[in-house]
């Protein structure tokens, strides 16, 4: 993949942290792609479907407990944003004891990667490659 | 007198037995009255049936036999015997009668008369039919006494059942008790109400029909099953109907050969305690999230300053940022320990009568330095000097201090806070207000909630804790306080506290 590549490829990042927008800009830019953000799920469902990113970053505890999960349904659900590619980011730990699961899912965590902050920038870089 | 003493038994509990003679004739009267005494029984006499028929219905010193003459002027022996016997069942009557009538000594026999001495008689056929009267009369007061005592003992065993049935049906927990083929014995209200049954099963039917829950039939097969060793359950979890769970507690009732005869269950509605369970679990993860984020945040800047991704200003704000969430970090935890006592009510309170205002300077001074780094004016012209509570000092110097910095915080550059506080009639309201961000209606029910953050343009840069109004709340709660909130998105916030006077 060459740099010129790199550039078409735009990722959107939905987070309510702007430190983890701040870092994931930084460390995606530096690998090549072209960042955009959003502070909530409503803002990242508009840049979604405005913007048609390769791919999107997004956090689940935002406005809500949960709301990353309903987020991620919206997008699957939407034939014109079914297709982006979704990695799941979040500082939960999985073993925690909210009452739900974690495991992927056609309709419960339609995602293609669940990851838990922090994540070293290769990682996230090395997630991201696998499905662009 | 060897015979006399032999007499007594045969009165009433011990004394010597009383015997009443009813006849017109005095000859007859005083013989028997001789003949009697002589054997050591108490004797009375009277004249005619009017008087005999008083005396033996008296209530004191009743008498054990009565010898009644059937002829008499005025009131007849017959009428005589069945007052007597209406007023005591159990006395004994004998009839003499002059002319030997046997007619009517049989009619006076059937109508309850122990028996008849026709005149002219012996002293010993006296004596003997006496002696058998009141033998018997002896006979039948003991019976007596002994039913007496059985229906007391039956009455006895009935309040004991009513009392364990009383006792049973009033039970919190459900009970069910089943034989060792499973099979419904018994039930109480709340194990009817936990099942949801309108009626109480019929004894003998089968577990297995009366309620539909696999795992607690599962748990009582298990006590009842055949081996050598019956092991009660103690425990055990179960889930009901409507997301309902119970706690059970099986134990077999053994028989002297140590086989089940059959098994006691008690259930005890854990609902509750799961639902604070799952709240706990919550809050932990929550505690876990919210502090494993700036972590994170202080990770990933960190490897990007090290990784000179960051550089130069841009690794000094990165600099800044971690130093922010480490501080965030740590006040949280502070928040966190202030907000578990709180919640623990294990805090000690110092109550004191104290002057608000003091407190208002303490929180006020907190909160100097970062209104004027923004230019935000604090206004305390409004606090009554004079309006005091009694409280711990620490408590209101948190409550204000959450409730300004606050304000300051989500207020606008160069905006303003107002506390005002008002003593009327005892009862202290508190009022703080700022001109900042606002809170958007859809999200005012749950501010006091902990980790409850709203997160949007206007507050993304603004660290906290999503304790601090929570605490606010505890405290006030401390107090058996009010507090409400209103605000206009953009204009900015009004926290009103109130304590009642009286109440604190």
């Avoid at chain 2, 003493?5 to 003679?21: D, M």
């Avoid at chain 2, 056929?125 to 039948?140: F, V």
Wanted: proline fraction near 3%.
């Amino acid at each position: 993949m060459t740099a010129d590549d790199k550039n078409e490829k735009k990722i959107l990042v939905i987070d309510d942290d702007m430190d983890f927008i701040e870092v994931n800009k930084a460390i995606l830019e530096e690998g090549g792609y072209s960042v955009s953000y959003a502070l909530n799920g409503e803002d990242g469902l508009t840049k979604a479907l405005n913007e048609r990113p390769n791919l999107i970053v997004l956090d689940v505890m935002m406005s809500t407990i949960d709301e990353g999960f309903d987020i991620a349904r919206r997008l699957r659900k939407n034939p014109d944003t079914r297709s982006i590619p979704l990695i799941m980011l979040t500082a939960i730990n999985q073993k925690a004891g909210f009452p739900w699961k974690y495991d992927k899912d056609e309709t419960w965590l339609p995602v293609d990667i669940f990851l838990e902050k922090p994540l070293k920038s290769n990682e996230l870089l090395e997630n991201i490659q696998r499905l662009l | 007198m060897k015979e006399a003493s032999a007499h007594l038994e045969h009165g009433t509990e011990g004394e010597k037995a009383r015997i009443l003679v009813v006849d017109d004739e005095p000859g007859i009267r005083d013989g028997c009255r001789k003949i009697l005494a002589s054997e050591g029984y108490a004797v009375e006499v009277a004249a005619d049936g009017l008087d005999g028929c008083a005396m033996a219905t008296r209530k004191q010193d009743p008498f054990d036999l009565a010898l009644v003459d059937l002829k008499m002027p005025g009131m007849d022996g017959i009428q005589v015997l069945s007052k007597i016997r209406e007023h005591d069942p159990e006395i004994i009557t004998i009839v003499i009668t002059a002319y030997a009538t046997l007619e009517t000594a049989i009619q006076a026999t059937r109508q309850g008369a122990y028996g008849y001495v026709p005149k002219p008689f012996t002293p010993d056929e006296l004596l003997l039919l006496i002696r058998k009267g009141l033998e018997k009369r002896r006979l039948s007061l003991r019976t007596k006494r002994l039913q007496e005592e059985r229906e007391r003992d039956l009455l006895e065993i009935c309040r004991e059942r009513n009392r364990c049935r009383a006792i049973i049906n009033h039970m919190t927990d459900a009970l069910i008790v089943v034989n060792r083929h499973q099979q419904f014995a018994l039930a109480n209200p709340a194990a009817m109400a936990m099942f949801r049954k309108q009626e109480m099963p019929a004894v003998g039917t089968p577990l297995g029909d009366c309620l539909e829950n696999p795992r607690l039939l599962e748990l009582v097969r298990g006590v009842l099953s055949d081996t050598d060793e019956f092991r009660e359950v103690t425990g055990k979890e179960i889930t009901l109907r409507d997301n309902r769970a119970a706690m059970a507690n099986i134990a077999p009732f053994l028989d002297d050969t140590g086989s089940a005869l059959g098994a006691v269950i008690v259930l005890g509605d854990i609902t509750e305690l799961k639902q604070l369970e799952k709240a706990k679990a919550a809050f932990i993860s929550m505690v876990s999230h919210e502090l494993k984020s700036p972590l994170a945040a202080i990770e990933n800047f960190a490897e990007l300053v090290l990784k000179g991704t960051f550089k130069g200003d841009k690794a000094r704000e990165a600099l800044g940022r971690m130093r922010s969430r480490a501080e965030g970090a740590r006040k949280m935890i502070d928040d966190l320990l202030n907000f578990s006592a709180l919640e623990a009510g294990a805090i000690a309170r110092n109550k004191e009568r104290m002057l608000l205002k003091d407190a208002i300077e303490d929180a006020v001074a907190t909160q100097r330095d970062l209104a004027k780094e923004r230019g935000i004016t604090i206004d305390t012209g409004q606090v009554d000097c004079e309006a005091a509570m009694s409280a711990d000092r620490d408590d209101m110097v948190k409550l204000f201090t959450n409730l300004i910095s606050n304000a300051v915080k989500y207020n606008k550059e160069g905006g303003r806070v107002t506390v005002s506080c008002t003593d009327c009639d005892g009862s202290v309201e508190i009022v703080v207000n700022d001109t900042g961000v606002g809170i958007p209606r859809r999200h005012l029910d749950n501010v006091f909630d902990e980790f409850y953050r709203i997160r949007n343009e206007g507050t993304k840069r603004i660290g906290g804790t999503g304790l601090g109004l929570a605490i606010v709340k505890k405290i006030v709660d401390a107090y058996y306080g009010e507090i409400s909130v209103e605000s206009e998105p953009g204009k900015g916030t009004t926290f009103t506290v109130l304590f009642r006077g009286g109440e604190r």
